[in-house]
């Protein structure tokens, strides 16, 4: 079967044989379901509007063996087949993972060749919020950008330094899409419609089922918590401090004097440990404290401003946008609890 280049045409439908992998174990069955849903329901509609024309999609489960329990044994998924007797395919699916990442990786180790072999053989590979786990084990992003829950970045992190994450709701790279958290994954599935169907295909079936298809970043959504899965004494005891102390005036010099380092030293083993610069990580905080004080406090936007330690009203404005990815009226007007 051979792939088209994708355009805006309604001819480059060419009956894409699509895999959603199964994975052993537990896996978030609705980023299952979710997709194998919106790709029938696409063939549905084309069935329908374009009688005679072939189907977008061939969509198949795949697992590593007959049938899969997940949640304790509560749901079932019989896949219509196993990777043994897949040799080709179009599009491969990585479901979300549940759980330990390090074991649910574990546990599906046998399906990384199998991934592998497949994009070397032209398939796209596409993967639902933590399943991006699973994609990194393949190798196929290292030194790429990828996408997953934003809640999973810290683990992430951890055991995948070598790819750099990103909050995008949908990311794709040289053939490899990955989505960010939770629902979100919907987005993707949706980006595939568009890329392999149609712009007005994919517009139909967000209205169908009520997706927002003008999502981009999944920054208005995340917390920061600061990545603290290190063994660094010293930069924990910094993380702790600037904690405390967010809204006082923090210089970097006067953190690395107060733990006995150069400054030179303290930034790198900072940003070594933790991702960020402290100057970085003292905005971040700044900002998270703003967030939770428009959403659940009558304070305007100036007192917010001035209580997290801001004095600028600009450059408050211009940190809480670059962050979250909307001015802080929007955030607030999206998401506050209380109404005035």
Sequence with gaps: MKNKKPGKRTSKITGRHVSIFVPAGDCILSSVIGSYKILNTVNALIKTQNPGMVQPFMVQLVGLSAQTNLYGGAFNICPHTTINKINKTDIVIIPALNGDYAAEVKRNEAVLPWIIQQYKQGAEIASLCTGAFLLAATGLVNGKKCATHWLAFDAFQKMYPEVELVKSIVHEERGICSSGGAYSFLNLILHLVEKYVSHEMAVQC????EIDINRFSQAPFSIFNGFKMHEDDAVMKAQQYIEKNYAERISVDDLA???????????????????YSPAEYIQYLKIEAARRQLEGSRYNVSEVMHAVGYN?????????????????????????????
């Design 206 to 209: 967000s209205k169908i089922f």
């Design 257 to 275: 004097n107060r733990f006995l380092l150069s400054r030179r030293n303290f930034e790198r083993r900072f940003r070594k440990a933790t991702q």
């Design 312 to 340: 600028d009203t600009k450059a408050f404005r211009t940190s809480f946008k670059k962050i979250t990815g909307l001015s802080p009226l929007e955030y607030r007007n999206r998401f506050q609890v209380y109404r005035a």
